[in-house]
């Protein structure tokens, strides 16, 4: 069987099967996948965007971590960013679903830019729990992984009083003024159980350590591990549709590879090979929270046509969320000039 941590899509070769089928695969197509509220309202607003604004659109780091959204962007002219100093003055840019530090909106407001914020509620909501622990004089240990966008921008707020932590082994590495005063938080992508388990030993260092409430780590990060966790364990492989950029995507994989259940990352239909299929009997298949439909859907049928699979999808919990999309109110887009 292929080991998922060998995977590397630089060794894949086209996906042309000729192998007899003797065998049949089931398919389980875990529900909810994909899209979330935040992501579905960053690309509607793009969407709106480009068709108002045209080109040349800035877009402050990738709209959403996924290579297919990003480059069927760039494609209509949307130019992606790492830094304000390739933003020429006075034009529009927008903010990825990730979010910004303060620091790149006063900058923005000194460029004269016309700024539409894509920013998702849930990462903003992470950004007001900092300045509030900050403005009560905690002391904040943010969870997560160093320089990722989110990050990067929740630091920003309050980057005196904030250290980030990205595993349990740097907990030692503390320090802070007040152990009586101190709180934690979390990036919105991480895994549910290893978080748990840092958290478990935070505390262990700092009894008065203070938890957010509600928890940072968002409900469709924590909606598809759930699916992993309950339905990886009945298969044989558990393909992760997202690009490799994407945290949520690559935690999905890490927790069925921790439940003893190979696992691959996997961007697109191009990627897939035989040899990943060896003795798969039953393949579950979920995505990533910045994975489109469309990419899945692909997976699906090469899957049907080359292994005459079938398919069962199982919903493990219904998602309602949606963020309002300002141009589907009718009104003006979110835009603020300074
Ligand atoms: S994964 Fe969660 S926090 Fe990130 S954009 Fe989606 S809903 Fe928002």
């Known amino acids: 069987m292929f080991d998922g941590y060998l995977f590397t899509p630089s060794l894949l070769h086209s996906f042309t099967l000729h192998l007899p089928l003797i065998t049949t695969m089931h398919i389980l197509l875990a529900a909810p996948r994909g899209f979330c509220a935040g992501v579905n309202m960053a690309i509607h607003t793009l969407h709106e965007a480009v068709a108002k604004y045209g080109s040349p659109l800035y877009v402050f780091h990738e709209i959403v971590h996924n290579n297919h959204v990003v480059e069927d962007f760039r494609s209509r002219g949307v130019i992606f960013v790492n830094s304000l100093d390739e933003v020429p003055n006075g034009v529009c840019l927008m903010y990825s679903a990730h979010g910004v530090s303060p620091e790149i909106r006063r900058m923005s407001a000194e460029k004269n830019l016309r700024i539409i ?6 990462v903003n909501r992470v950004h007001q729990q900092a300045r509030r622990l900050a403005a009560e004089g905690y002391s904040v240990i943010l969870i ?3 320089g990722h966008d989110e990050i990067v921008g929740i630091v920003g707020e309050a980057p005196d009083v904030i250290q980030t932590l990205s595993c349990a082994e740097e907990i030692e590495t503390l320090r802070v ?11 919105t992508t991480l895994s549910v159980d290893e978080t748990r388990e840092i958290i478990a030993r935070l505390l262990e260092r700092f009894p008065k350590l203070r938890s957010p409430v509600p928890s940072c780590i968002c409900y469709a990060t924590q909606n598809r591990q759930r699916g992993v966790r309950e339905l990886a364990p ?13 945290s ?6 890490e927790l069925a590879v921790r439940q003893g259940t190979p696992a691959i990352l996997v961007d697109g239909v191009e990627e897939l090979r035989a040899e990943m299929f060896t003795d798969v009997k039953t393949v579950l ?14 997976i699906v ?26 141009i589907e109110s009718g009104e003006e887009m979110r835009v603020f000039v300074h």
């Open 248 to 253: 949520n995507s690559r935690r999905l994989k």
């Open 301 to 326: 049928k090469k899957l049907q046509e080359d292994f005459q699979a079938t398919l069962e999808e199982v919903e493990i919990c219904r998602e309602t969320l949606r963020f309002r999309v300002p």
């Open 177 to 187: 003024p007040d152990a009586e005063k101190i709180a934690y938080l979390t990036q």
């Open 117 to 122: 914020d894509a920013t998702c509620p849930l």
């Open 234 to 246: 009945r298969c044989d492989l558990v393909l992760v549709v997202g690009s490799a950029s994407s």
């Open 144 to 146: 997560g992984h160093a």
């Open 285 to 298: 298949i979920t995505a990533g929270a910045s994975a489109p439909e469309w990419v899945v859907q692909g």
